[in-house]
């Protein structure tokens, strides 16, 4: 098989995917509004109450609403993964994604390809976030909005795989909101998205414990240090081994020879990939 189909298959997805969230305006909408009423309102009251110490990557002190800008838009890409795995299970309902996975491309490649196109709107909402977000004048080191791409793009990659994983166990579309309120708050809140995580050992050591073991906490930190020009290695290896997982796990999924996919797929999906 020739590398311009599997070009032409790349390209087909993300446009496709891209036409979506044009005609979609309500979900670009949607996702700007939730990280803009926790800079907007919550910031101010957490401001008077939240003493922020001198942590890196940071230099300096820096207010409440500089802090939280990475954690909203982790919270940006992880309402966009889990947005983009119910679409597959809309295509699987509607029976779309049968057309998709008996291509002669191989089945773990399509994923990927639908991943990618995922985590590429993703990005382009970070980084409006990131413009509107200017005006609470946080404002990153030029450099920052560059370096952050490859974080924004690892981490986007890391959330979207876990929500392909998830659509994986989900057989209808009315069952997917109790499954993303029972992964995205709990990932959010038990995070270094609103608070440092030594503020929160000092209320909860357990609390604190579980944080550092969140994978979104080192999406989040991942994400903060690119934008001021620093690296944190640790989020960087957790990011990257979380990403294997989660991506091994939906591709074991969706393949029509085991996994779960294996259990309830159709003759006609069982032939493809």
Not at 24 to 40: D, K
Not at 117 to 142: H, I, N, T
Not at 168 to 195: C, D, H, R, T, W
Not at 248 to 262: C, E
């Amino acid at each position: 098989m020739t590398a311009p189909i599997w070009g032409r298959c790349l390209r087909a997805i993300v446009v496709r995917e891209g036409l979506r969230f044009v005609h979609q305006r309500e979900r670009f909408f949607a996702a700007l509004v939730r990280p803009l009423v926790w800079l907007g309102i919550f910031a101010v009251g957490f401001r008077a109450v939240l003493g922020l110490s001198i942590i890196p990557p940071y230099e300096t002190y820096i207010l409440y609403e500089e802090y939280v800008v990475p954690g909203l838009i982790g919270m940006i890409q992880l309402f966009n993964g889990m947005q983009s795995s119910l679409s597959m299970v809309y295509d699987r309902e509607m029976g779309s994604m049968k057309t998709l996975l008996v291509s002669p491309l191989p089945r773990w490649y399509l994923l990927v390809c639908k991943l990618l196109a995922g985590v590429l709107v993703s990005v382009v909402q970070a980084y409006v976030f990131l413009a509107v977000a200017w005006f609470w004048d946080v404002r990153p080191p030029p450099l920052g909005y560059v370096a952050a791409l490859p974080a924004l793009l690892l981490g986007g990659l890391m959330l979207g795989a876990l929500g392909l994983l998830l659509s994986s166990f989900i057989k209808q579309l009315e069952n997917f909101a109790g499954v993303m309120n029972f992964v995205i708050f709990p990932m959010f809140f038990a995070s270094s998205a609103l608070y440092p995580i030594w503020r929160i050992r000092e209320g909860s050591p357990v609390l604190a414990w579980v944080a550092e073991l969140n994978p979104f906490t080192h999406a989040v930190e991942l994400i903060r240090f690119a934008l001021y020009l620093d690296v944190n290695a640790t989020a960087v290896l957790v990011v990257a081994g979380c990403l294997a997982l989660f991506l091994g796990g939906a591709i074991l999924a969706y393949d029509p020879g085991r996994g779960f996919w294996a259990r309830r797929a159709g003759p006609a999906e069982q032939g493809g990939g």
